[in-house]
């Protein structure tokens, strides 16, 4: 609601029907994001920034497909899926995103109750460091 953890509309909303027909509004504190065929899910902290840096709808990741879910594995801690991945987000390591065969091996580890844990960095040309291993590409 206006108001709300989202803060006000920032903008009008912006559809984009070349693509998908996907709508953005921008808030002062997030976005919803929104398609036909994923839904509308909201944005907002540490991991949409990380979601912009990895090139935001256009990006390696595409669209949520989900909205943020917290308390996953520990008190604040978060995830959020898309069309080609996920978003992790911990307290002690920030934002970090999961896709492709590193996304499948971290699933087969049992995820976030696996013995991996969270991840502590970006994935890199060699596979990504988690509190509890690594992944190698």
């Known amino acids: 609601n206006v108001g709300g953890s989202l803060g006000y509309p920032k903008a009008s909303i912006n559809c984009s029907f070349d693509?998908?027909?996907?709508?953005?509004?921008?808030?002062?504190n997030g976005s919803i994001i929104y398609s036909p065929n994923t839904g509308a899910h909201a944005i907002y902290g540490d991991?949409?920034?990380?979601?912009?840096?990895t090139g935001n709808i256009g990006g390696?990741?595409?669209?949520?497909t989900s909205d943020i879910n917290c308390n996953i594995g520990r008190e604040g801690a978060c995830v959020q899926n898309y069309e080609n991945g996920s978003i992790l987000y911990s307290v002690e390591n920030g934002a970090w995103e999961l896709y492709g065969s590193i996304l499948e091996s971290y699933r087969r580890s049992g995820n976030v109750g696996g013995s991996l844990g969270y991840p502590?960095?970006?994935?890199?040309?060699?596979?990504?460091?988690?509190?509890g291993g690594y992944i190698s590409r």
């Open 60 to 64: 390696t990741l595409g669209l949520p």
């Open 47 to 53: 991991i949409l920034l990380r979601y912009r840096e």
């Open 19 to 28: 693509s998908g027909n996907t709508c953005v509004q921008n808030y002062e």
């Open 120 to 131: 502590k960095g970006p994935i890199t040309s060699t596979g990504q460091q988690f509190e």
